[in-house]
Nanobody, 124 residues
């Protein structure tokens, strides 16, 4: 059974940096596509970033481009989201997602497995 467990979310100040982690178990990390999505209160879950298992392909939502960096550690079956210059509008629950379809995409419908989420709150 595939499990995704996120960690690293917390309360930070605007301008701070934060790193989220997502550990994958139950299936080989090889050939996985990992994504980060976020959901703010009262809003839909939206795409943040995605990466292929080998790190060769990445994709970012426009508003986080240049501030957030997604990376993957194959040895640890872990994907990271390094967030810098955080803004109050980045406040959301951040979800890790995975697919083995070979598609690096921001379309959440292509992701088959989801974690429980980790809360990131950015105060002004």
């Amino acid at each position: 059974q595939v499990q995704l467990v996120e960690s690293g979310g917390r309360l930070v100040q605007a301008g701070d940096s934060l790193r989220l982690s997502c550990v994958v178990s139950g299936r080989t990390f090889r050939s996985a596509v990992m994504g980060w999505f976020r959901q703010a209160p009262g809003k839909d879950r939206t795409f943040v970033a995605a990466i292929s298992w080998n790190g060769e392909t990445t994709s970012y939502e426009d508003s986080v481009m240049g501030r957030f960096t997604i990376s993957a550690d194959n040895a640890e079956n872990t994907v990271y989201l390094q967030m810098a210059s955080l803004k109050p509008e980045d406040t959301a629950i951040y979800y890790c997602a995975a697919n083995w379809r070979g598609v690096v995409s921001g379309n959440r419908n292509l992701y088959d497995y989801w974690g429980q989420g980790t809360q990131v709150t950015v105060s002004s």
